[in-house]
């Protein structure tokens, strides 16, 4: 069984930095891909930004250049440094990544979520 665990959201002040956390565990030969996704109350879930195996990242335009993925391998580990946030931002972020459960077996894990509020 793997479990996706997202830690670190809040509530902040416009303009100011949150650093959220996914960590991996359980039964893992390897991650592929892993992501950052939002959704917003009454809007769909959109992805937020995305790191591969080798550490290629791409973000969603309205968070570039205020927002950094970046993950441990070692740690099975996901993390999004957000600055500047704004209340736009507040959301529910949901941790996903593409896992091999064996060499051949790979699937795509969700976490719980953990919420966001970026109010004054």
């Known amino acids: 069984q793997v479990q996706l665990v997202e830690s670190g959201g809040g509530l902040v002040q416009p303009g100011g930095s949150l650093r959220l956390s996914c960590a991996a565990s359980?039964?893992?030969?390897?991650?592929?891909?892993m992501a950052w996704y939002r959704q917003a109350p009454g809007k769909q879930r959109e992805l937020v930004a995305t790191?591969?195996?080798?550490?290629?990242?791409n973000y969603a335009t309205s968070v570039e250049g205020r927002f950094t993925i970046s993950r441990d391998n070692a740690k099975n580990t996901v993390y999004l440094q957000m600055n500047s946030l704004e209340p736009e931002d507040t959301a529910v972020y949901y941790c996903?990544?593409?896992?091999?459960?064996?060499?051949?077996?790979?699937?795509?894990?969700w976490g719980r979520g953990t919420q966001v509020t970026v109010s004054s």
């Open positions: 996903n990544a593409d896992i091999f459960v064996t060499l051949m077996t790979m699937n795509k894990y």
């Open positions: 359980g039964r893992i030969f390897s991650i592929n891909a």
């Open positions: 790191i591969s195996s080798g550490g290629s990242k």
